[in-house]
């Protein structure tokens, strides 16, 4: 057994090479440098209980050591993503916004989006809307220039056709103020 040992080690160290070059996730990387430990100690006729206790060693004291560092240069923490651009951004309503009736979509900047809306607001089409946060792949939007729809309200707006709210429902005008 012991004249196999460095070919034993050797293989173990190509197979922890092998599958940590596939998974790159840190899973063996640190038993490999262990191995090569063993390989070396067999090479220059070490016991095989040397041989066991540097691969044991040698993985743990990498792990213990290395693990953390690498981690830190390997995690790159929240990915920004060109879809955070349209945070912020004026867009057009393209079909009805219905919260209740889960539909509804927007364009922004060029692409449509799957939207709805804070509360239960409904939007007609080509009404102006600003984009508040993405959840999933959808958007969620507000009625642009502080118009705030609601039902329920008391006061029928008459300009809500022109402002692109559907017939019927109530709206809430509110000024900035200076």
Not at 89 to 105: A, H, K, P, S, Y
């Amino acid at each position: 057994m012991e004249e196999y040992s460095t070919y034993i080690w050797l293989g173990l160290t190509i197979l922890f090479v092998v599958v940590e070059s596939s998974t790159w996730a840190l899973t063996s990387v640190w038993f490999a440098l262990g191995a090569l430990g063993a390989t070396i100690a067999a090479l220059f006729g070490g016991d095989i209980w040397l041989q066991v206790m540097l691969f044991v060693l040698i993985s743990g004291l990498s792990i213990a050591a290395l693990r953390p560092f690498a981690r830190a240069m390997l995690v790159q923490g929240k990915v920004s993503t060109n879809a955070d651009r349209v945070i912020g951004r004026e867009g057009v309503v393209t079909e009805e916004i219905d919260n209740l009736e889960n539909r509804g979509q927007v364009l922004v900047d060029g692409r449509v989006w799957t939207a709805r809306t804070e509360g239960e607001v409904r939007l007609s089409p080509d009404s102006t809307v600003r984009v508040l946060r993405i959840e999933g792949v959808k958007v969620i939007v507000e009625p642009y220039m502080a118009e705030t729809i609601s039902q329920g309200q008391e006061a029928q707006a008459e300009e809500a056709p022109k402002a692109g709210v559907a017939e019927g429902t109530t709206i809430q005008i509110e000024e900035e103020e200076n």
